[in-house]
């Protein structure tokens, strides 16, 4: 039997949900995890942890959809003076360091530097990349929407214009761009609103290749 879900379950109502909806803890779809990379107004590398994206594209272009980003932080202030961005892909070893950059933050510092990390100047856009990342992709600004009228985050349509990916994870019988060595995803803790106990944390994981989805080469659209 299915359980209904449209308003705040009474199990969740003095949970500390940092922002976040509780509906995204009751549904909790992982997303890619992802370090932001930019050049403050100073000169001094940006770098923001993101997650909440979706990449999509055709023939007119590849396109990230950032849905989070704050009103009121160095990203979103550097997006709009520069226009420009690069997402970098971290390995799980890498994981550490990055997250490092959350609290490391402030304006007159190199946070990538900082993070025991080297950043590199990319080809085609005005930001840094982060070398040690396995796969950087070099974005320019296209617009930004409000989600919701009034929020202090907003949905960003960045157009991917170059990639850089490490030749060792390009082969997926190596290292490879899915499984334990590849892209990073946030998991929201995943709640029984039924029982619910305790304090709402996230989880870091991969994904796994289950099946060579051949068939989809084959459909008629």
């Not at 909806?21 to 890619?32: L, R």
């Not at 990639?163 to 290292?175: A, G, P, W």
Request: net charge negative; with cysteine; proline share 3%.
């Amino acid at each position: 039997m299915k359980k209904n879900y449209s308003t705040l379950p009474e199990s969740m109502k003095d949970m500390e949900m940092y922002g976040f909806n509780w509906m995204e803890f009751v549904i909790s779809v992982p997303s890619p995890l992802y370090i932001m990379t930019s050049y403050k107004s100073n000169g001094q590398p940006n770098a923001c942890m993101q997650s909440w994206t979706t990449f999509t594209g055709g023939k007119n272009g590849y396109f990230a959809i950032v849905s989070a980003v704050s009103k009121y932080g160095h990203l979103y202030r550097t997006l709009h003076e520069t226009g420009e961005a690069v997402i970098n892909f971290m390995s799980a070893d890498l994981y550490d360091k990055c997250m490092s950059t959350c609290k490391n933050n402030g304006f007159e510092i190199d946070e990538i530097k900082t993070a025991g990390l080297t950043s590199v100047k990319a080809e085609k856009v005005n930001a840094p990349l982060i070398d040690e990342c396995f796969m950087n992709l070099e974005c320019r600004f296209k617009w930004e929407k409000e989600i919701a009228e009034g929020d202090d985050y907003v949905l960003v349509c960045l157009e991917i214009v170059n990639v850089h990916i490490d030749e060792n994870h390009i082969d997926e019988n190596n290292l490879g761009r899915t499984g334990e060595t590849g892209i990073l995803y946030n998991i929201h803790h995943p709640i029984n609103p039924e029982s619910f106990k305790g304090t709402a944390h996230d989880y870091v994981g991969t994904v796994k290749k289950i099946r060579d989805y051949r068939e989809y080469w084959v459909i008629q659209f």
